[in-house]
């Protein structure tokens, strides 16, 4: 079973407008509201490709009701703690204006309430997945993911890690199976600018001999870079398409590799999959259904000479 983590999911309420002034009333032409949060991202994309899986994490009050009501709607099995004080976040998008974004701060995080998923986690057993991605919610200790880690570390559960800096160095030694650092993130790891494919490789197994198998580097417009344990690397420009909307285009890429490689145990594939489903998701308003990726794939595999 593949499980993922959201700390702290939103109702991201997605508006569309002509114009936008400061210090007036305005009307938007276009509103949606969805689920959000990385880890919600990523079992959104699994359950669009048909692969089970499970989302935990943190809700509270009637925005974390709604949460719920929407997540169940898209199909994966949730299985989240409801907080007693507070209410799940919502973040504001003006998606036609500038990309100008509000977000909530959403509930405290209680020490009990991590005790209790905690408890969930250490359910988790050999060949189960668990996706960490994303920022820590400051009533939460910034050593959670580390503790995560080293709870489970032994087990023969698989780690997938999508953070930045020191959350990210600081699991390196549970030798996660695969983090996805974008090429600006592992540069700020080194103190380098790296600019193109070829650049992120020594750096990416600069970060295997710390302890990571398999580093996925994603490149925005250059397209993407693995390098895996097996010593393979792979490299894909970004096929083309229009950007419609990059939320979720990094979550989506997680979630295609992680599909890939459980369906066919295949680096190159997995690779494809994961450059699939973030490029159709960053051509979507949506994160990108199982028909948009296989047609973003059809043209990478046909780039690659396959």
């Not at 060949?127 to 991605?133: E, H, K, P, Q, R």
């Not at 490149?219 to 979720?248: D, F, R, S, Y």
Request: aromatic share 8%; proline share 3%; net charge negative.
């Amino acid at each position: 079973m593949i499980y993922t983590v959201t700390f702290n999911p939103s109702l991201d309420y997605i508006v569309s407008m002509k114009d936008f002034q400061f210090g007036k009333t305005n009307r938007t032409c276009a509103e949606l509201m969805l689920p959000g949060g990385k880890g919600i991202n990523v079992s959104t994309v699994l359950q669009n490709l048909g692969i089970e899986n499970t989302a935990l994490g943190f809700t509270a009050g009637f925005t974390g009701e709604e949460l719920l009501r929407k997540m169940k709607e898209i199909g994966f099995y949730c299985d989240f703690i409801h907080l007693e004080q507070g209410c799940s976040r919502i973040n504001i998008k003006l998606k036609d204006f500038d990309g100008t974004e509000i977000n909530g701060q959403g509930p405290s995080i209680s020490r009990e309430a991590i005790d209790r998923l905690m408890a969930k986690l250490d359910q988790l057993k050999a060949g189960d997945t668990l996706v960490l991605a994303g920022s820590i919610p400051s009533s939460m200790p910034d050593s959670i993911y580390r503790d995560i880690l080293s709870a489970l570390n032994g087990r023969g559960v698989q780690f997938v890690v999508d953070a930045t800096q020191n959350l990210l160095l600081n699991v390196l030694e549970y030798r996660p199976f695969l983090i996805k650092p974008n090429n600006h993130e592992l540069g700020e790891i080194f103190g380098v600018t790296l600019s193109t494919r070829e650049a992120v490789v020594p750096y990416a197994r600069k970060l295997q001999e710390k302890g990571a198998r398999n580093v996925l580097v994603s490149m925005a417009g250059q397209g993407a870079v693995l390098v895996a344990e097996n010593g393979e690397v792979h490299m894909q420009p970004v096929p083309k398409g229009t950007l419609v909307n990059a939320v979720g285009a990094g979550d989506s890429m997680v979630a295609g590799f992680v599909a890939g490689w459980t369906r066919k145990q295949d680096y190159r594939h997995a690779f494809h999959m994961g450059l699939s489903a973030g490029s159709a998701s960053a051509f979507s308003d949506l994160l990108a259904t199982r028909e948009e990726i296989e047609q973003v794939y059809r043209t990478i595999d046909q780039s690659a000479g396959v």
